[in-house]
Every structure is written in C-alpha cells, then in structure tokens.
C-alpha cells in the first residue's frame, strides 16, 4: 500500500467516523415539544401561570410561562418521563406525569383548582384555615354559583341600561300628552303621542324581561333599596299594561269626536302615576337618600 | 440518670413552652367604595384569625367570607361578589409576621399578605396603632387596597365606574392564649 493510498484510507475513515459520530447529535438537539393550554377551574385562560417541565431521570427542569391566552411552549426537551408542574396566584395543580418522544409534539391542557389554603401548614407555628374552624362550604370555592352570578349581573347591566333608554321615550310621551288630549288637539299630536307611548311600552317590556329571567342569588334575603326598587315594579308594571289600554280606548272615543268618558278618563291619572312610579325606582337604585 | 433525664426534657419541653399563640376576640372590617352619586361602606364581624410565636417571630392568619360582607343593600353585596369571584374564591386570606416585642408597641408597621379574588397581593409597611387593656390588644389601621391590585374590573353604577381605591378599615382585639 503507497502512501497516497493510506492517506486516502485515513481521509475516508476519518469522513465516515466523524459521520457516524455527528449523526446522533442532530437527534439530541431537535427533541421534543410540550405545549398546552392552562385553564381555571371556570375554564377561563390563565395566563402568567409558571409551567415547569422536570425530566424525571436527569432531574432537569425547564420553565415557562403562559401567555395572555394561558398558552405555553417548551421546545427542545430530551425526550423522556416529565413531570409537568404549574403554579398561579390563587390556583392549584397536582403534577402531571407526561412522556416525550423525540420529534413527537406533545400537548398537555391542565385545569387548575383554587388554592384554598386550608391544608394544614407545612410549618409547625404558622397557622393556617383549619385552625380558624371556617367550615368548608365557606372555604371552598363553587364555580357553579359564580357562573351563576355572572350570568345574574350581565342580565342586570341590560336591565339597567334598558331602563335608562326607557326614560327618554317615557318623558316624550309625557310631554306630547298635553297636546293629546281636551279640546284643542289634532290628530298628528295624538299619534305622536301613541307611537312614543308604544316605543315606552316595547321597552319597558325589554327592560322588564332581563330584571325578570336574571338568576336569583341564593340563600340572599333583599335588604335596602332594592326593597323599594321592586316594590315600584308592583306598581308601574300593571301601569305599564293598564295605560296603553285605557290609551287606546281614549284615542278611539277621542277619533270618533266624542268626549274622553268613562274608565278611559284613568289613562291620564294612571299614566302619571305609572311614570312616576318608574322615576322612583330608577332612583332608588341611583342616589342614596 | 434522673438528672439527665430532667435535663432533657427541659430542653425539649421549655421551648415548647416558651411558645405563645394570639386568638381574634373581635373585628370589624369595613371597605369603603366611591362612586360619583354613592359613597359605600361594606362591614365584616365575621373575621377570624390566630397567631403562633416561636422564637420571638409571631405568624399572624386572619380570613373572612367574601360574603359576610354587608353594606345594607342586598343587591349591592351580590353585586361585590360577583365582581371579586367571591363565589370562586370564597375567603379574603391575610397573612403576616411580626414581632413578638410589637405587642408591647404604641405603633406597628405589618408586611401583609393578602389574598382576594383569586390574587394576592403584597402590602409594606401598613400603619396600625395599638392599644394594651386588660391583657387584650386593640388594633386599628387602614388597609390601602385597590381594585387593580386584585384584577377586579371597577363595577359601575349607570355607567359610570366607581373609583379604585377601595381602603378597608380594620379594628381588631387580639387576646393572648
């Protein structure tokens, strides 16, 4: 064998065993991928929530944190036996065990439980809840009824906002009934006035509705001014209903040129009463006496 | 033999001893709310708390029900829960170290730790003034919290949003065990 030749030989062998020595590190780099979404128990995003992904052999751990929308991502992990761990202000998670394969993505979505400290304490002096004997219904947290009570003041905001548009066609109609009625009136004004009467009508009966299907609070007994607030209901609701009626039996006799008589003569008495019966209630929820 | 065992057990046992424990006797805990047409206060009785000391540092836990707070109007209060997850996160937790020599103090500056609305949130320094009668201590101070320090969205009251700050007023007497 000439010299060239075993230079050659040493360039081929040393070609292939830098190959077959570089070969496996492509495969150590490019591991796997843990990603996930991390939820409350109401299963809202929660994000900020630190997420450590600890390799059970190496003992190494790697750590993120979700995003806004409660995502996160940890790429490049040797793939392996994880245990998933997460920790949030106010929540709490059991690790969770996860096996990674190399270029396999893995997802993992935990929902977390509120913290409730009412585990006794880790230290011997520090007390904790159990040592206070709150009882755990008062300790612990019920999603249920908080979805409950969501849902009752979204309903309430509608209500509330309803009510206030309600006023602006309630005052309209209020004032056009002084050119509604006696003697002196046209029939423009009449109509006027019952096209805002049914608009303060279609409104109310909206406004109403949310008040009506909003979720009662359990176990709450009403105390204050909502006391007031809904006993103005018993009042201006069947106003509500009354007024149009007697209104209508108005404006008929009134077209037929005939002098506003019998129980249609109310409409007026009973539609003061209903819109001061609803003044009433929007105020005793709005200013303190 | 006998000596060595009265010396062991005044070492182990002594200690212990020494130990002293705080129970809440009574507290009233009121918020305070501002609204451009509303001024609200919220009251609690229904806090309890205890202290463990141990080498002279005291571990003070006091909790009260979201719930138990009431501001004389019912639809308020449900409303107040509702907006700080009080039914998710049933309990307001406080938590902070002091002292043991602070009992004996006109003033005190506690660290607290507070947890609310799914949150906790970290206060420095907060003044209270102390009052000694009758082996019982009187406690006073203002919490200066406020709605963001919790994440709760500032509820509103015809659309208008009431304001951040929301102090909470604290009157507490501790007894010793």
């Not at chain 1, 049914?198 to 008040?211: M, N």
């Amino acid at each position: 064998m000439n010299r060239k030749a075993v230079q050659c030989a040493s360039a081929m062998w040393a070609l292939a065993l830098s190959l077959l020595i570089s070969h496996p590190l492509p495969a150590q780099v490019a591991g796997a991928t843990l990603s996930g979404t991390i939820t409350s128990p109401s299963g809202a995003a929660v994000p900020n929530a630190k997420v450590s992904a600890k390799n059970v052999a190496s003992g190494q751990s790697s750590e993120t944190q979700t995003s806004s929308t409660g995502t996160f991502t940890l790429p490049d992990l040797a793939p392996g036996d994880y245990e998933v761990s997460v920790s949030a202000d106010g929540f709490a998670a059991n690790p969770t065990k996860v096996t990674l394969t190399a270029g396999t993505p893995q997802t993992v979505n935990l929902s977390l439980t509120a913290n409730l400290p009412n585990a006794p304490s880790s230290s011997t002096t520090e007390p904790s809840l159990s040592d206070l004997g709150f009882s755990s219904s008062q300790t612990q947290g019920n999603t249920r009824e908080q979805a409950l009570l969501d849902k009752r003041t979204h309903m309430l905001k509608i209500h509330q906002r309803m009510g206030l548009i309600t006023t602006i066609p309630l005052i309209a109609t209020v004032v056009t009934s002084l050119n509604a009625g006696g003697k002196n009136t046209s029939t423009a004004s009449r109509d006027l006035h019952t096209a805002l009467g049914g608009l303060t009508g279609d409104l109310y009966g909206i406004t109403a509705y949310y008040a009506i299907r909003a979720p009662r609070a359990p176990g709450v007994e009403t105390r204050g001014p909502i006391r007031f607030h809904k006993a103005m209901a018993w009042i201006h609701g069947p106003g509500m209903i009354l007024t149009p009626i007697l209104g209508i039996m108005a404006y008929n006799q009134k077209s037929n040129g005939e002098k506003v008589h019998g129980i249609a003569a109310a409409h007026g008495p009973v539609a003061i009463v209903t819109a001061g019966a609803f003044g009433a209630a929007l105020l005793s929820v709005s200013i303190k006496f | 033999m006998k000596k060595n065992i009265l010396i062991a057990f005044a070492l182990l046992v002594l200690p212990a001893l020494a130990d002293s424990q705080w129970m809440l006797k009574d507290c009233t805990l009121t918020y305070h709310v501002s609204h451009p047409l509303h001024q609200t206060e919220g009251v609690s009785h229904a806090a309890r708390g205890k202290g463990s000391c141990h080498d002279g540092q005291c571990d003070f836990l006091i909790a009260v029900p979201v719930k138990s707070f009431d501001s004389g109007d019912s639809n308020r209060d449900i409303h107040m829960v509702q907006v700080t997850r009080g039914a998710e996160f049933p309990m307001v937790i406080v938590r902070t170290r002091l002292p043991e020599s602070s009992a004996t103090s006109a003033t005190i500056n506690a660290d607290l730790e507070i947890q609310f609305a799914g949150q906790t949130a970290q206060y420095k320094q907060v003044p209270f003034k102390l009052e000694t009668k009758d082996g019982e201590t009187h406690l006073t101070g203002t919490i200066p919290a406020t709605l963001s320090d919790f994440k709760i969205d500032p509820p509103s009251l015809l659309t208008l949003p009431v304001k951040n700050d929301i102090p909470v007023r604290v009157e507490m007497t501790w007894r010793p065990q």
